[in-house]
């Protein structure tokens, strides 16, 4: 059974920085997507960035040039890089894996959250 571990959340001024880490434990395929969505009260919960065993990366467009999405794959982990925070990205940041079983099969799994709050 996999299991996600977040870490990293916490309070932060506007123009701050915060890094976010996510540990999967158990059984990992190669073929996976490890990445980072956010949900507010008012919002669903929407993609912040994610990053595929193959290398690729996408980021929401709101956040692109301020958070960076790495990996280590050695490690099942994945980082997000968060600066110039501004209080627009106050929420519960969740740590997703998506593992790929082929023909289109996908389970994912999803961490606890942890709140990033930005604010002075």
């Known amino acids: 059974q996999v299991q996600l571990v977040e870490s990293g959340g916490g309070l932060v001024q506007p123009g701050g920085s915060l890094r976010l880490s996510c540990l999967a434990t158990g059984t990992v395929n190669s073929a996976n997507t490890m990445g980072w969505y956010r949900q507010t009260p008012e919002n669903e919960r929407d993609l912040v960035a994610t990053m595929a065993s193959t290398g690729h990366i996408l980021y929401a467009n709101s956040v692109e040039g301020r958070f960076t999405i790495t990996r280590d794959t050695s490690k099942n982990a994945a980082y997000l890089q968060m600066n110039s925070l501004e209080p627009e990205d106050t929420a519960v940041y969740f740590c997703?894996?998506?593992?790929?079983?082929?023909?289109?099969?996908?389970?994912?799994?999803w961490g606890e959250g942890t709140l990033v709050t930005v604010s002075s």
């Open positions: 997703n894996l998506a593992l790929h079983l082929g023909f289109g099969n996908d389970v994912d799994y």
